[in-house]
């Protein structure tokens, strides 16, 4: 099922390139918690044949026969009590590992010398999710993408015969409330439409407002179809919609002095074990790689990848986004879930520095 895109035309052209390869990356979706086992031991049958065939037209009959073994070990000890939604497999000359990731990913498998769990990681699956929300003179509703599936998850009527404001006001609190304990750390944008005022009127009544999304421009009613277009027209804008969602959170953590940014900072947040959402430009990873491949190490390098392992096994995520997004923060910020007093200290460093 999920393991059927694992081998791909890119990654055998890579590996015909090294017959000898000795390392291999592999990623696929292993959600126990959620899925009877016999499914989850299908899944991972399916990707264990996918990966032998992989590696038998890549690799000479030794290396293969060798490499296979180790990847039925690994996959014959994994943790079916787990309530992770992934997992990461690395085998190199000197290790075998298998990493539990609390977010889903596109199933991928490479083979080469310098596979990393970084260049795993940036295989997350980033589908849209998102939280729409709609306000009216008689009602409030609140929606939530997810899986590709819009359901209803608050809902409830203005009172007639007061006064607007105030009602709105007291019916809009709820609704933030619902929204803070849902969405905690803001991690999930949240799109309003309705009643131009009383879209104004909420998104003024949010002191984080710069996570809120106007929808102005559409007409009421506001029914089934009508939701579901406004809904796909959010989703086929999403590259744009996330992108411009991440610079908003990234701006008030800064101006809140909370933002962890440029790798000398951001290295001392993971050294302490600060969880959050890891944020890399594409250009840094590809820098990150580069100096792997090419065997050219320097110590902050190779301590930032031992400590983005230690984060992702914490269960946070990483997040690789477009090149020259981050340039502003040295191409690398951490945005941390529960900020520590710790790091005001270096937010003031980190911005002498720019």
């Not at 990966?51 to 994994?78: G, I, N, Q, W």
């Not at 729409?132 to 203005?158: G, N, P």
Request: a positive charge.
């Amino acid at each position: 099922m999920y393991a059927s895109t694992v081998i791909n035309s890119s990654t055998l052209k890579l590996a015909r390139t090294n017959k000898a390869a000795s390392s291999l990356g592999l990623v696929l979706p292993f959600n126990p918690c959620m899925q009877d086992e016999k499914t989850v031991e299908n899944i991972v049958k399916d990707a264990e044949e996918r990966v032998h065939v992989l590696l038998d037209r890549a690799l000479d009959p030794a290396y293969a026969d060798d490499m296979f073994v180790r990847v039925k070990k690994l996959f014959s000890k994994l943790n079916y009590n787990s309530h992770c939604k992934s997992i990461a497999v690395l085998l190199t000359p000197d290790e075998e590992k298998v990493t539990y990731l609390n977010f889903p990913v596109k199933p991928v498998a490479y083979l080469n010398k310098y596979v990393f769990l970084l260049e795993l990681a940036a295989n997350a699956d980033r589908q849209p999710d998102f939280y729409f929300l709609i306000v009216e003179q008689s009602h409030v509703k609140l929606y939530e993408y997810h899986h590709s599936q819009l359901q209803i998850i608050y809902a409830t009527k203005q009172e007639s015969g007061q006064n607007e404001e105030t009602n709105s006001e007291i019916v809009f609190k709820q609704v933030l409330q619902t929204i803070e304990r849902m969405n905690a750390n803001n991690q999930k944008p949240v799109f309003v439409t309705g009643s131009p005022k009383l879209v104004e009127l909420f998104y003024n009544s949010h002191c984080y407002s710069n996570v809120l999304f106007r929808h102005l421009d559409n007409q009421a009613p506001f029914g089934e179809e009508r939701i579901k277009e406004i809904v796909q027209e959010i989703i086929s804008q999403w590259k744009y919609w996330r992108s411009k969602f991440i610079i908003n959170r990234i701006m008030i953590m800064r101006n809140s002095n909370i933002l962890i940014a440029r790798i000398e900072v951001v290295l001392e947040a993971l050294r302490r074990s600060v969880d959050g959402l890891l944020l890399i430009d594409k250009h840094l990873k590809q820098q990150l790689y580069k100096s792997r491949r090419a065997n050219a190490l320097f110590y902050t390098t190779d301590e930032l990848m031992n400590q983005v392992e230690r984060f992702l096994t914490r269960g946070n995520r990483i997040e690789i986004t477009e090149t020259g997004m981050l340039k502003e923060f040295g191409d690398i910020v951490l945005l941390p879930y529960k900020p520590s007093p710790f790091f005001h200290i270096f937010a003031g460093y980190q911005y002498r520095k720019t």
